[in-house]
């Protein structure tokens, strides 16, 4: 099976309502989960505004307005204007179901009404949510928003993770179940790339060793064998996963003269497989150049990636960690988009993150991001920070849309590629990179002039 560089269609639900309703708490409460931090250099969770979800076999995909510059939560309005109009138009067009989020402390106000009819105008499925029914007096209360009409009211909390599930339920009630078919789905397979002695192996051991992990019993698969089936505990959710050539990984530490050569071919064969690759590097002796060759690879051939900074028992200090650091940013600045987990395979510091990490990294490396919903978090972008003239002229983006993922490839039309500076071309990669959640997903943005 091949990894698709596009998942196909997932249906899109976004979560619409005026500003503090909690908008970003049902967001990440329907996620169930967030990216297990590492490094803050990754930026992993914050501004994100759309995601995967995977739920009792149906996928789709969220969308937090909150995030957007539609009905943000920083904006304080008590009507909608022709600004909010036209973003909350972006916002529904570009998505299959909405939620409309409420607030039950805050009751049944105009700008309610006025969200709700205006979502009403397009023949789409809308799901009301009460949030903030915190006790069952609450949930009572909720029930004056039936006065908009809607079949079901939800009366749910996002602090205290109540009622989640009905709405759930109605959520996916509008789609047919998509994930039954395994087969389409790309899978978990991840490759432990890194020079010869880093710790691989020993990795891999540990990993396979953990509690929370089971090795599956397929007739053939044991420790040594290539391709390694197992499935793991993440937070409650059994998750599969494939360990990509164990067996290079043991045997090429014997033939000592042909190593670097060997570990190098069968490296990259590797890496080509993976759907997330771990990038292992000995902490103790730092980036070398084998390290800078393997990134290179990784990096070539487009992998969602985590930096695995090994051997962390023989530093644990904090001003050889900042060096690593540094060292990292210097040498391997195309990496500077990983997440970075330090581990010891003596001790198991930082083993914990591992799985889970990978899983939300290719989680996210299937990511579609709608164009409507691309071009608004780049439309606020340059409102909020407009790029510097060049001295020739204006820098002006018209619009973008992506065109695969991973390497999240997106084309972005512009009046002159020249006036863009390259700080700014960086900040756009960020933007995108926040907003979406691409942390450790190689990303490149095609400019393409329009006059
Ligand atoms: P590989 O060639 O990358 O698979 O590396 P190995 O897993 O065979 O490890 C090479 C050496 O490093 C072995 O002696 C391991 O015991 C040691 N090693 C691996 N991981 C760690 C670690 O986290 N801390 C320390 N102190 N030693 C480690």
Not at 124 to 133: R, Y
């Amino acid at each position: 099976m091949r990894m698709q560089t596009k998942t196909s269609k997932l249906p899109t639900v976004t979560i619409v309502g005026r500003p503090n309703v909690g908008k970003s708490s049902l967001f990440n409460t329907l996620l169930r989960k967030r990216i297990a931090i590492v490094h803050e250099q990754c930026g992993v969770t914050r501004d994100r505004v759309a995601q995967p979800v995977s739920w009792d076999g149906y996928r789709y995909q969220l969308v937090d307005t909150g995030g957007l510059g539609v009905l943000s939560d920083e904006k304080n309005v008590d009507f909608m204007d022709d600004q909010i109009r036209t973003q909350l138009k972006v916002a529904v067009e570009s998505s299959d179901i909405m939620i409309m989020l409420t607030d039950v402390k805050a009751g049944l106000t105009e700008l309610d009404r006025e969200v709700c009819d205006f979502l009403r105008k397009h023949d789409k499925p809308i799901v009301l949510a009460v949030n903030k029914c915190d006790n069952l007096d609450l949930e009572e209360e909720a029930q004056a928003f039936s006065a908009l009409g809607f079949k079901h009211v939800h009366a749910i909390s996002c602090n205290h993770k109540s009622n989640l599930d009905t709405l759930r339920e109605e959520i996916c009630s509008y789609f047919p179940p998509n994930e039954e078919d395994d087969e389409a789905l790309p899978e978990l397979r991840i490759t432990l790339a890194g020079r010869p002695n880093v710790g691989k192996s020993s990795i891999a051991n540990r990993l396979l060793g953990e509690e929370r992990v089971i090795v599956s019993d397929i007739a053939g698969t044991t420790r040594d064998a290539v391709d390694i089936p197992f499935s793991f505990d993440d937070e409650g959710e059994s998750k599969n996963g494939l360990l990509v050539d164990t067996a290079g990984v043991k045997k090429l530490r014997k033939i000592d003269n042909l190593v670097e050569k060997f570990s190098m071919m069968r490296t990259e064969d590797a890496i080509k497989r993976a759907t997330v690759v771990l990038f292992v590097i000995d902490v103790s002796q730092g980036v070398t150049n084998g390290d800078k060759k393997i990134a290179n690879t990784i990096k070539e051939e487009g992998k969602p990636c985590i930096v695995i900074a090994n051997k962390w028992d023989l530093v644990k200090s904090e001003a050889p960690k900042q060096k690593f650091l540094d060292d990292l940013d210097h040498d391997l600045p195309f990496m500077r988009y990983c997440p970075i987990i330090f581990t010891s395979a003596v001790d198991g510091n930082g083993f914990r993150e591992l799985l889970p990490a990978s899983l939300r990294i290719f989680e996210q490396s299937l990511i579609d991001i709608p164009t409507a919903l691309l071009n608004q978090v780049l439309h606020d972008m340059v409102l909020r920070t407009p790029p510097p003239s060049t001295g020739k002229g204006f820098f002006k983006v018209y619009y973008a849309t992506m065109v695969k993922n991973p390497p999240a490839h997106f084309i972005l039309f512009c009046n002159k590629k020249d006036y863009c500076q390259d700080h700014y071309k960086r900040f756009i990669e960020k933007t995108l990179r926040n907003a979406f959640g691409l942390s450790g997903i190689p990303i490149e943005i095609e400019y393409r002039e329009r006059t």
